[in-house]
């Protein structure tokens, strides 16, 4: 039975969360629909494509919809939302014989958000968190995830060390400034289980982890003092996979 809600801005210390927008809680109702504790809408939105889904999946999941659009502004941080889905939190933890992607202290939600779209855009399905790190259910991680977080698995680890010993049998590869090898060059077996590590978006990863695996550079121009996290991740990914 899904908990009795109180519909309130978002915050970390709750059970629930939010999908803001269409697209986003379609991919919900589509990947976890027991979670759903409802759908909202707002009496401004008008009818389309996305909206006939949204009733088709609720209709054969026996999943409330309301039109509230008190609750809605309660809820939302900007004006143009009119779909929301009210999601119970949940788990999906990592599948240890898959290939990972494995962020060490992600510090910005619209960043972890489009790395997840990333991964499950290219295959990669699970992904680990060292902490301390931000909120995956956060709304603003939701939405920029464009509801991927709903079709991935992960995991949190308070170190790395602690994944390792949780998923071992694999290569792995931190991607570094300091890398020893450029991404370019790496010679791998393509069927190879592997982990891609990256750091925080303001330190990267400390030295130690020179010692963690295979250190790779993504080479650029001296224009520049490092990749946006995201990108690094999606031409890193696209790299390992082709």
């Known amino acids: ?61 026996n999943i409330p919809i309301e039109v509230n659009e008190k609750a809605i502004n309660r809820i939302a941080d900007k004006q143009n939302i009119f779909v929301i889905g009210v999601f119970e939190k949940f788990k999906k933890n990592i599948v240890s014989s898959a290939s990972h992607i494995v962020l060490v202290n992600p510090s910005n939600m619209g960043n972890l958000g489009t790395i997840i779209r990333s991964c499950v855009g290219f295959g990669i399905n699970n992904l680990a968190l060292i ?54 060059k790496l010679q791998r077996d393509k069927k190879e289980r592997f982990s891609l590590v990256f750091g925080n978006e303001a330190t990267g990863l400390d030295d130690s982890f020179l010692e963690k695996g295979k250190s790779v550079l993504i080479k650029h121009t001296d224009s520049v003092d490092s990749l946006n996290l995201p990108v690094a991740v999606g031409i890193s990914i696209y790299a390992f996979l082709n």
Request: proline share 3%; glycine share 4%; net charge positive.
């Open 1 to 61: 039975m899904k908990e009795e809600i109180v519909l309130k801005r978002y915050n970390k210390s709750m059970h629930h969360s939010y999908s803001f927008g269409a697209a986003g809680t379609i991919e919900l109702l589509k990947h976890t629909p027991e979670s759903v504790i409802k759908i909202i809408l707002s009496n401004r939105l008008k009818e389309d494509a996305h909206i006939d889904i949204i009733y088709d999946i609720c209709k054969k999941r």
């Open 131 to 184: 902490t301390p790190c931000v909120d995956i259910f956060d709304p603003k991680t939701v939405r920029a995830s464009m509801g991927a977080v709903f079709n991935l698995n992960f995991s949190h680890y308070n170190t790395f060390d602690n994944y390792l010993e949780e998923n071992d049998a694999r290569k792995i590869y931190t991607l570094m400034l300091k890398g020893s090898t450029n991404i370019n």
